[in-house]
């Protein structure tokens, strides 16, 4: 039985991360700067670090500084992995999106680097596309306003429990570089998703779909964030928002 070490454990991946590695097996740890974890620790100081990953297998990366935008995950990262050096270096699995080498976002390229770093300590990465909350969430936002304004782009929205099923094989097996991108069952277009999340919820807006200018713009439209070679076989969409709002 592994000792896996869980970073941002809860977090909308990291719970699910540990579910699902739980129900393989393992004895998970969780490590959060919030009390009540296994092991509290800063990944920004690197404090309680080297207490969290002593005598552990392996370690999923799951925490990240999305509101931000990734601006203290290098460094965390780089706590992370010198804390893993003096550990005996266990296996590393980073969790990163698809299409952070061709779309110009910030938080895109702060993951890219990150990538990098995983790279040269030896670890795991796996690439997922938006996870289903992260679609959802930006729709509540959106109606938060009398029109509602979607982006024109195509989404291939996933689920965190599939994502997390990938997760606990790779955190069972050997370091394996960069390994197959994981994007949703579907390619769907965002007004539709919107509005999906509207009707879902009951109420009415009008939803105008938006072309913005720009290169990050751009790169989403022609579907850089996609991964439709390699479609998940889980949670679609619809399935998503029924269990979510019932609707």
């Known amino acids: 039985m592994k000792r896996i070490l869980v970073t941002g454990i809860t977090g909308t ?15 998970v740890r969780g490590l959060s700067r919030r009390p009540g974890q296994d092991f509290q620790g800063d990944l920004a100081d690197g404090s309680g670090l080297d207490a969290a990953l002593s ?13 931000r935008l990734g601006r203290g995950d290098l460094q965390g990262l780089r706590n992370l992995l010198a804390a893993a050096g003096r550990a005996g270096r266990p296996h590393v699995v980073f969790v990163s999106i698809v299409g952070v080498d061709e779309i110009p976002y910030p938080y895109y390229r702060v993951k890219l680097a990150a990538e990098g770093l995983v790279e040269e300590y030896g670890g795991t990465i796996l690439r ?23 982006p024109d782009v195509p989404v291939q929205p996933i689920s965190t429990r599939d994502v997390a099923a990938r997760i606990a094989e790779l955190a069972d097996g050997p370091p394996a570089g960069r390994v197959a991108d994981l994007g949703g069952p579907e390619v769907l277009r965002a007004p539709d998703l ?54």
Not at 55 to 67: L, P, Q
């Open 13 to 27: 991946l990291g719970r699910p991360v540990a579910g699902m590695l739980r129900s393989f097996g393992a004895e």
């Open 55 to 67: 005598g552990v297998d392996t370690v999923v990366h799951c925490a990240s500084d999305t509101r």
């Open 128 to 150: 997922a596309t938006q996870f289903h909350e992260f679609v959802l969430g930006g729709a509540r936002i959106a109606a938060r306003l009398p029109v509602v304004f979607a």
């Open 194 to 247: 919107f509005r999906d999340c509207l009707r879902a919820s009951g109420r009415d807006r009008r939803i105008v779909p938006v072309r913005l200018p720009g290169a990050t713009f751009g790169a989403f439209r022609r579907g850089a964030h996609l991964a439709p070679q390699h479609r998940s076989t889980g949670e679609h969409w619809a399935d998503f928002l029924r269990a979510r709002t019932g609707g």
